[in-house]
C-alpha cells in the first residue's frame, strides 16, 4: 500500500446530531484516546464507509438499561449521502444506521 492510501481525498464534511448507545460511544472514546490516532468523528464515518448492507438487516436490540445520547458528529458528506439511502431503502433512521456502523465496526475491531 502506498503511503498516499491512506488517507481520504477532500470532501465537505456534515455536522448531523445523531442518538448514539452510550456504551458503543464510550468505546469509541476509548478507542480514540488510547489506541488510534484517529479523532471518533473519523472512527465512526470509517464505520459507516465499512457498513453494507445486505437484503437480510439485523436490527440490534438495546439493552433495558442502555442510554442514547444525542451527539453532534461530523461526516463526510458521501458518507451522509450513503446513510440517506439506506435510510430510504430499508426504512431505518440515519441514528439507529450509525449505531449499526458503529456496532459492527466495533465487533470487527475487537476480534
Keep these: ?19 448514539i448507545e452510550g456504551r458503543l460511544y464510550d468505546r469509541l472514546k476509548e478507542i480514540s484516546e488510547k489506541e488510534l490516532d484517529a479523532s471518533i468523528n473519523k472512527i465512526i464515518d470509517a464505520c459507516i464507509d465499512d457498513l453494507e448492507m445486505e437484503e437480510k ?3 440490534y436490540r438495546r439493552t433495558d438499561n442502555e442510554i442514547n445520547v444525542a451527539r453532534s458528529i461530523i461526516i463526510r458528506e458521501s458518507m451522509y449521502k450513503k446513510l440517506d439511502e439506506m435510510k430510504e431503502k430499508y426504512g431505518i ?3 439507529k444506521l450509525i449505531n449499526i456502523a458503529i456496532r459492527n465496526g466495533l465487533e470487527k475491531y475487537d476480534k
Design 1 to 19: 500500500m502506498e503511503w498516499y492510501s491512506r488517507f481520504w481525498t477532500k470532501e465537505k464534511w456534515i455536522k448531523k446530531s445523531a442518538e
Design 57 to 59: 438487516v439485523i436490527i
Design 93 to 95: 433512521s440515519i441514528s
